[in-house]
């Protein structure tokens, strides 16, 4: 079997355990039992909780990458670190996204600047803040040296995040899961939420993987591109050679 | 809109999230191969 056909089987597994995860996931939370006081509503606790750890995960992968990055000097690690701060922001947004449509129920509004919730959209706006002043420079050497700076400094904002329910008084609970001492939930929703987490892990591998793979293609595009010398639009058009004896009439 | 309205909201909108963004991401990888190809 060559390396391509060998590549192509693994992204097709990859594929289906990431379809497979989300159905299971899907029949975990809708067949878990209700919460005693929130009732059927705690079931927006399976996907809410598991995106925003999962966006708390490719965060903390982007540092990595970027530490690789500046170790190696290899423009991969500087892929990943971008293709996982993508994927992250996806995540990210889907766990706001849910928070809210929780909290309208729950709590009677959309949105409050609860310390939870402030520190989160800030944490979702530097990491777009992050995409756009990669997609600003061009040159994919300074891309990844300049990005390195904020890639590491923006890690800072998980434990924030996390914490912020316990260092400040905020109407968002508190960690359910990942807080001193035991879980405070009961097993079979405990269950159910730990197989939302392992499936949406599952999903964020498969789309860090499709998106590297992106990345790499369209980074061979630009190398083509700049190797065949072809004229882009946009480029400036240079003026003719008027020093090489040409005769005006 | 009942419990189940809103349980049913979230899903529909994390659901179709994550299969938007994956399946634009694989139909970008289809249109870049394709360039790639045409290039030679």
Known sequence: ?249 | MSDWGWVTFGYVVVYGGVVAYGASLLWRIKVARRKLKARG
Request: no cysteine.
């Open chain 1, 1 to 249: 079997m060559t390396n391509a056909s060998s590549d192509a089987n693994t992204m097709r597994w990859l594929d289906l355990a990431a379809v497979g995860a989300l159905l299971v996931a899907l029949g975990f939370a809708l067949f878990s039992p209700p919460d005693v006081v929130q009732g059927d509503l705690t079931r927006m606790m399976y996907i809410h909780v598991p995106t925003i750890l999962v966006a708390y995960g490719a965060f903390a992968v982007t540092t990595v990458a970027t530490i690789g990055y500046l170790i190696t000097k290899s423009l991969k690690w500087d892929t990943i670190a971008a293709s996982s701060a993508e994927v992250g922001v996806v995540f990210l947004g889907l766990a706001i996204a849910t928070g809210m449509i929780w909290g309208k129920p729950v709590w009677g509004v959309w949105w409050t600047w609860d310390a939870r919730l402030t520190t989160t959209a800030i944490m979702f706006f530097i990491y777009l803040g992050y995409l756009g002043l990669r997609r600003s420079i061009p040159d994919p050497v300074a891309r990844a040296q300049r990005s390195a700076i904020l890639g590491i400094v923006a890690v800072v904002q998980i434990p924030i995040v996390h914490f912020s329910v316990v260092w400040w008084n905020a109407l968002h609970q508190a960690p359910t899961i990942l807080r001193p001492g035991d879980p405070q939930i009961d097993s079979p929703l405990l269950g159910a939420l730990l197989v939302g987490l392992v499936a949406f892990a599952i999903v964020y591998v498969w789309l860090l993987v499709r998106r590297v793979q992106l990345a790499n293609i369209d980074a061979e595009l630009e190398a083509r591109d700049a190797a065949s010398d072809v004229p882009m639009a946009g480029e400036a058009v240079s003026a003719p050679d008027l020093t090489s004896g040409g005769t005006a009439s």
